[in-house]
């Protein structure tokens, strides 16, 4: 059939220039081997049925109430800000002006149940000769503001302008346990993020600078602008193109690898093994986005461009280039659909297998959120401890971590 990947079709390093134009560009340079990380010569995906899990009833009920009072409001500085938002998809039906702007936000303020709690969120690092290190944690996100989940204040009290938090404590390796990071995302979206890392040896918290938004994260190949499922950095600071819209093959819905990260991956590129499940043909926005000219100036990127579901408004796939506007990192996100209480299934729990790999450095990195067989809590499955709003969402609660 034109314009399709069939069901049953497998796709191979034999067959593979068959479906490029349903592939990210870094998927293709990974088959096309012109890099340091390049498929395996044994790659093999299945596809499969696409399957569309419907948005929670209460968050498409927020986009029909709210959505006709969002408006756009264009700064000074030459970005842009949102006005009236207060729940649901901002722009149902993203048009011009401003139209890859609209879908970013679609993609910041996308349905993510209210509070979820990966008990063992793996991440792996990988140098040029295929040394591997890890390390996993404890991940808490909680959305504080604009919930429309069943039975939950659109605001939880206590946390009044603040909208998402992100919370991170090393439970191994041994030597850096208790290690934690806290992120705090508010509801104007024009004040900056505020980070926070708890130091064991110093026994306190400190603030991270904002010239750091560019540091790897953790040693991994990661930074801050890349938290949050692959896009974390201040929406009122960029630039928004809409490249053009495509089908592209993503792996979702998938069972997890049971042992996490090398096992079940088929090395050394790290690839998903055909024993995780199909992929689907998805359609997505393609987006450019920069920073502001006059943000531009030592920024670690050159540009993201972003493969955005037009379906859950996730992003699928991201190539990431340099100041020099040369290729520096491809970022994929898989994600197995996740069940949540009174919901069913969704598509975004901040829950997946996400992997980048940077060819100008010849590193990688690999984060299982959680691997099969540890548990993941979503809204009202999360055991009363971590209800704690102090504990996990403002920074004196990092100084409870070794009491």
């Known amino acids: 059939m034109a314009g399709t990947v069939a069901p049953g079709t497998t796709i191979t390093m034999q067959n593979w220039q068959r479906y490029k134009q349903y592939m990210p560009d870094g998927m293709a340079a990974l088959f096309e081997g012109k890099y340091f990380w390049k498929m395996p ?7 499969g ?24 409001i264009e700064l000074p500085s030459g970005g842009l800000n949102l006005a009236g938002y207060q729940g649901g998809i901002p722009f149902p039906a993203p048009a ?43 991940l808490i996100f909680r959305q504080l503001s604009f919930n429309t989940d069943p039975g939950v ?15 991170f404590e090393t439970v191994e390796p041994e030597q850096d346990r208790y290690n934690a990071n806290l992120k705090i995302d508010y509801t104007e979206l024009a004040r900056p993020e505020d980070s926070y890392v708890f130091v064991p040896s110093m026994r306190r918290y400190q603030p991270v600078s904002a010239l750091a938004r560019c540091a790897p994260s953790f040693g991994s190949d ?13 929406m009122t600071e960029v630039e928004v193109d809409l490249v053009g819209e495509k089908k592209i093959l993503n792996l979702m819905g998938f069972n ?10 088929d090395l050394p590129l790290g690839w998903p093994m055909p024993s995780w499940g199909k992929w689907q043909l998805r359609d997505v926005y393609v987006l450019s986005v920069t920073k502001l000219p006059s943000l531009a100036r030592g920024y670690c990127y050159g540009k993201r461009v972003m493969y955005v579901d037009k379906h859950f408004n996730g992003l699928l796939w991201e190539d990431l280039y340099d100041p020099q506007d040369q290729p520096w990192k491809f970022l994929a996100v898989f994600r197995p659909a996740r069940e949540a209480p009174g919901i069913g299934p969704v598509d975004e729990a901040l829950s997946y297998d996400e992997s980048i790999w940077d060819i100008q450095r010849q590193h990688a990195t690999f984060f299982c959120d959680p691997p099969a067989g540890h548990p993941l809590y979503l809204n ?14 403002t920074p004196s609660g990092l100084t409870m971590i070794m009491r």
């Open 96 to 138: 011009e002006p401003h139209k890859g702007w609209k879908i970013l936000a679609n993609l910041w303020f996308r349905y993510i149940p209210h509070l979820a709690v990966d008990t063992y969120g793996q991440g792996c690092y990988v140098d040029g000769y295929h040394n591997i290190n890890c390390n996993a944690g404890i």
């Open 153 to 167: 204040p659109a605001t939880i009290p206590g946390g009044e302008g603040k909208y998402f938090t992100d919370y």
């Open 256 to 265: 997890m690898p049971s042992t996490g990260f090398p096992n079940n991956f």
């Open 41 to 47: 010569a044994d790659v093999s995906m299945e596809v």
């Open 222 to 234: 990661t930074t801050p602008e890349d938290f949050r499922g692959g896009y974390d950095s201040n």
């Open 380 to 393: 009202e499955q999360a055991p009363a401890n971590y209800l704690d709003l102090e504990r996990y969402t």
């Open 49 to 72: 049925p696409t399957i569309i899990h419907p948005l929670p009833a209460n968050y498409l009920a927020a986009t029909e109430k709210y959505s006709a009072q969002v408006r756009i």
